[in-house]
């Protein structure tokens, strides 16, 4: 189970397979959602996840890999839905809000 302190997030990573213009879409609505907090928002694919992220939200199908080329310590929350995923929606109230949330 991941702890992440919303308020440390400054970056999210939206990662992605090649092709999946989904993830794509899901990065633009994050960067609109956290645009006051200071937090980047990047897509990546999930074999580049940089080291410099400090969470990482992908498919659920692509959890295990992100996972495998993530930085040590960085949480990999995977989500169904590309638009609306409560573990996604869970993950950005914990931004905005500055609180800690469990997965």
């Known amino acids: 189970m991941a702890t992440i302190d919303g308020s440390s997030v400054k970056k999210l990573i939206v990662a992605c397979d090649a092709g999946m213009g989904s993830s794509v879409m899901l ?3 994050l960067k609109k959602q956290l645009a006051k907090t200071g937090v980047t928002v990047e897509h990546s694919p ?3 996840i940089p ?3 400090d969470v990482v939200v992908t498919q659920a199908g692509l959890a295990d890999r992100a996972r495998h080329h993530a930085p ?3 949480p990999v ?5 590309f638009l ?3 573990a996604v929606s869970k993950l950005v109230k914990a931004i905005v809000d500055g609180t800690t949330v469990e997965f």
């Open 72 to 74: 040590d310590n960085v």
């Open 51 to 53: 080291s410099d992220a």
């Open 77 to 81: 929350i995977p989500f169904q839905l």
């Open 46 to 48: 999930v074999a580049s």
């Open 84 to 86: 609306g995923d409560p």
């Open 27 to 29: 990065a633009s609505s």
